[in-house]
């Protein structure tokens, strides 16, 4: 009976779809934020004195399966001191061109000096660019960091520094919830 | 003390190098080249979520000859490599290309006989994208940073010159070797 109004029907479509919501997110302007275990690129976290927590033991790239990472480990000692214990991290690089952002280095990580951030925006030119070396990856200087070299500020015996250390870094972390340079993957 | 004080205002002068660019960055079409996982993020960015066609690149075709830019997205084996460069070779100048994704760039994960390493090896990249496969909004954030390079590349005697200039550059610079006297 209708059956004239066929060819119309179709263009009431377009027409609801003019007073539809629009799904697209625009990126550039309003980046719609990541889940927050997101997996981007990574950070070397510090203790609260700012000593670096790597300590060199190549436990993360062994378990790259795509042999991203570089480490070379030094030994520490009194007058040149990176991180708490024996020894540190020296060299340490990350090839982004190969990096699939798994997480196994993270896992691996017995320090838990390695953990990733939720900042994706990794594009680039040229592939030398895309090798990132330590002083890209270390954490930024929060309050009450010092650069390392330096000796070890947070207690008296190594037990003490790594018992306040923790609990230093435990109130940092709730203090600045917000921050986005805290540790992304926990 | 140029002609840009003498105009009536709301005339907006430019170099032929900037309009040019402008030109060739706001309607760049590319190629798709999807050849596995990366191409799928490589589909959601023409879909509405995410919609390349906001910077003008809504036509994502298979034909090469109506292309300027190459999205390599996956890994691309040995046998596909003279595929790929075939493809490159039909698509007019200017073009550009973009690595797509770990694999593409280098080989990522895959470092054996069978995957190239790198799509370098075969033609000319110009915007190296890592990710696994990278998200939609990481391959926007490759193609606005490639029209910006679109956008302020020079034209002519003048690119020739940059080239050169470039060529020495690479040529000359240090390598990047790591100190070895630390470790002892």
């Known amino acids: 009976m209708l059956d004239w109004l066929n060819p119309v029907k179709g263009f009431g479509v377009t027409f609801h779809t003019m007073f539809k919501k629009v799904p697209t997110i625009e990126y550039p302007e309003e980046p719609r934020p990541t889940a927050p275990r997101f997996h981007g690129r990574h950070q070397l ?140 993957v926990r | 003390m140029g002609i840009e004080e003498k105009l009536p205002s709301g005339i907006l002068l430019t170099t032929v190098e900037q309009a040019a660019g402008l030109v060739r960055k706001s309607s760049m079409w590319p190629a798709t080249f999807g050849l596995a996982c990366c191409a799928i993020e490589m589909m959601s960015v023409g879909g509405p979520h995410y919609d390349l066609a906001r910077f003008g690149m809504e036509k994502f075709g298979a034909t090469p000859r109506q292309a300027d830019l190459m999205i390599v997205a996956g890994r691309v084996s040995q046998k596909m490599a003279p595929v790929l460069r075939q493809i490159y070779d039909q698509m007019p100048e200017p073009k550009w290309v973009i690595a797509m994704g770990v694999c593409a760039s280098s080989g990522g994960m895959f470092n054996n006989y069978a995957i190239v390493q790198g799509v370098d090896h075969i033609v000319p990249v110009d915007m190296y994208l890592p990710g696994c496969p990278p998200r939609p909004e990481m391959l926007i954030d490759a193609v606005l940073k490639l029209h910006d390079q679109v956008q302020n590349t020079k034209l002519g005697a003048h690119r020739q010159s940059e080239i050169e200039e470039e060529e020495r550059r690479l040529l000359r610079r240090p390598l990047p070797l790591i100190d070895q006297e630390a470790a002892s």
């Open chain 1, 45 to 184: 976290n510090r203790w609260a004195d700012g000593l670096e927590k790597c300590i060199g033991c190549e436990l993360c790239a062994w378990a790259c399966p795509a042999d991203a990472i570089y480490v070379e480990g030094a030994d520490n000692n009194e007058d040149e001191r990176y991180s708490p214990g024996e020894r540190y991290g020296r060299v340490y690089q990350i090839n982004y061109l190969r990096c699939i952002l798994c997480g196994l280095c993270v896992e691996a990580c017995p320090t838990r000096a390695l953990t990733m951030t939720n900042e994706y925006e990794l594009a680039d030119d040229n592939r030398q660019s895309l090798i990132w070396t330590k002083e890209q990856l270390l954490a930024p200087l929060r309050e009450g960091m010092e650069a390392p070299p330096h000796p070890m500020r947070l207690g008296e015996t190594e037990e003490d520094y790594y018992r306040s250390g923790r609990g230093a870094d435990r109130q940092a972390d709730a203090g600045t919830e917000s921050d986005k340079d805290s540790e992304a």
